[in-house]
């Protein structure tokens, strides 16, 4: 089977115990597959995520010398993945992106947030740059980003970047009750509630993330879909999806 790559999405890196995709790579190459995960900024642009990745895929290319990789790519990884496919012409290498929770059609939040006066708004960007510097971002623009997860700058991006011929696009959206959550995402829910999106896994809505062919919804929140604070029960979900996604592309190479 060709390699596959995970693409991590909006502030999520490896430092110090927080892994991207948890203990999600270990199962996988336990299982014969042979895995990368990418290393764009945690708040980085779309357009300069993508330049990173378009260099992480050419090294797995050249390295394996395989023609082409699988992408499995959460949240905005999903966009910076589709303009490297699209915008930067990198289709050729890739046979597949499935994305997982990806705003493929914008974020209420973004688009909320950036209504907040914008002297607010260039604050708590500022703040956020600084510490991702110090984790390892190169370009880290928090403002920048939410303004490209607004459904009226995502309606543009989608214009541009459609799907290209030879890839197989796929996706998942993720779906919890709003009294099965945990802690961690009860402030982002109530919050979205608060403007009627309701069906959301705290961060993004369930409609948004549609793109390509839909799989459909996966009980879990969004954080969940990388193994980021997961317990047992909902680690056996996500690994049981990885399989899943893993041996449906399996299918469709053989075919």
């Given at each position: 089977?060709?390699?596959?790559?995970?693409?991590?999405?909006?502030?999520?890196?490896?430092?110090?115990?927080?892994?991207?995709?948890?203990?999600?790579?270990?199962?996988?190459?336990?299982?014969?597959?042979d895995v990368y995960v990418s290393r764009q900024d945690a708040i980085g642009s779309i357009e300069n995520?993508?330049?990173?990745?378009?260099?992480?895929?050419?090294?797995?290319?050249?390295?394996?010398?395989?023609?082409?990789?699988?992408?499995?790519?959460?949240?905005?990884?999903?966009?910076?993945?589709?303009?490297?496919?699209?915008?930067?012409?990198?289709?050729?290498?890739?046979?597949?992106?499935?994305?997982?929770?990806?705003?493929?059609?914008?974020?209420?939040?973004?688009?909320?947030?950036?209504?907040?006066?914008?002297?607010?708004?260039?604050?708590?960007?500022?703040?956020?740059?600084?510490?991702?510097?110090?984790?390892?971002?190169?370009?880290?623009?928090?403002?920048?980003?939410?303004?490209?997860?607004?459904?009226?700058?995502?309606?543009?991006?989608?214009?541009?970047?459609?799907?290209?011929?030879?890839?197989?696009?796929?996706?998942?959206?993720?779906?919890?009750?709003?009294?099965?959550?945990?802690?961690?995402?009860?402030?982002?829910?109530?919050?979205?509630?608060?403007?009627?999106?309701?069906?959301?896994?705290?961060?993004?809505?369930?409609?948004?993330?549609?793109?390509?062919?839909?799989?459909?919804?996966?009980?879990?929140?969004?954080?969940?879909?990388?193994?980021?604070?997961?317990?047992?029960?909902?680690?056996?979900?996500?690994?049981?999806?990885?399989?899943?996604?893993?041996?449906?592309?399996?299918?469709?190479?053989?075919?």
């Amino acid at each position: 089977m060709y390699p596959i790559f995970l693409v991590h999405g909006m502030a999520d890196r490896n430092f110090f115990f927080a892994r991207s995709f948890g203990k999600i790579v270990k199962y996988l190459k336990e299982k014969g597959y042979d895995v990368y995960v990418s290393r764009q900024d945690a708040i980085g642009s779309i357009e300069n995520n993508a330049l990173y990745l378009k260099e992480q895929l050419i090294a797995i290319i050249e390295k394996t010398k395989s023609p082409k990789v699988h992408i499995i790519a959460h949240s905005k990884g999903g966009l910076d993945a589709r303009y490297m496919i699209s915008t930067l012409k990198m289709n050729k290498y890739v046979a597949s992106l499935t994305t997982l929770s990806t705003p493929h059609h914008g974020s209420e939040m973004a688009y909320r947030i950036l209504k907040m006066p914008k002297f607010f708004s260039k604050l708590i960007s500022g703040y956020w740059n600084f510490l991702y510097k110090i984790f390892g971002d190169k370009k880290p623009d928090l403002y920048r980003l939410a303004s490209e997860l607004t459904p009226e700058f995502l309606n543009k991006f989608n214009e541009e970047n459609p799907n290209m011929d030879g890839v197989y696009y796929s996706s998942y959206s993720a779906f919890v009750e709003k009294n099965k959550g945990t802690l961690l995402m009860l402030l982002p829910k109530a919050f979205q509630r608060s403007f009627g999106k309701n069906r959301t896994d705290g961060i993004v809505e369930v409609d948004s993330a549609k793109w390509g062919e839909y799989m459909g919804e996966v009980p879990v929140e969004h954080h969940n879909l990388v193994d980021s604070f997961t317990g047992k029960k909902k680690r056996k979900i996500i690994l049981e999806l990885y399989s899943k996604i893993l041996k449906d592309l399996e299918k469709k190479e053989e075919h």
